[in-house]
Nanobody, 125 residues
Framework: QVQLVESGGGLVQTGDSLRLSCVAS????????MGWFRQAPGKEREFVAA????????SYADSVKGRFTISRDNAKNTVYLQMNSLKLEDTAVYYC??????????????????WGQGTQVTVSS
């Protein structure tokens, strides 16, 4: 059974940085693309960033491009999301997910099969 556990969220001020981690178990981690999504109160879950299985390709939402960096350590079964220059609008629950179809990365939620429970990120002024 696949399990994804996010951590690293918290309460920060605008301009601060956070690094989220997502540890995966129950799968051959290096065989799957991974994604980060977020959901703010009253809004739909949205794509944030994604990475291919070996980390050679990444994709970002326009709203985070240049501020967030996704990376992975396949030896540790972990995917990271480094978030810099945080803004109020980055406040959300952040989720990691595994791609359904192996190595590639995707922006569509439907392309992901397993999800973590989420970690809260709150940015205050």
């Amino acid at each position: 059974q696949v399990q994804l556990v996010e951590s690293g969220g918290g309460l920060v001020q605008t301009g601060d940085s956070l690094r989220l981690s997502c540890v995966a178990s129950g799968l051959t981690f290096s065989s799957y693309g991974m994604g980060w999504f977020r959901q703010a109160p009253g809004k739909e879950r949205e794509f944030v960033a994604a990475i291919s299985c070996y980390g050679g390709s990444t994709s970002y939402a326009d709203s985070v491009k240049g501020r967030f960096t996704i990376s992975r350590d396949n030896a540790k079964n972990t995917v990271y999301l480094q978030m810099n220059s945080l803004k109020l609008e980055d406040t959300a629950v952040y989720y990691c997910a595994t791609a359904r179809n192996g190595c590639n990365y995707y922006q569509r939620m439907g392309s992901y099969g397993d999800w973590g429970q989420g970690t809260q990120v709150t940015v205050s002024s």
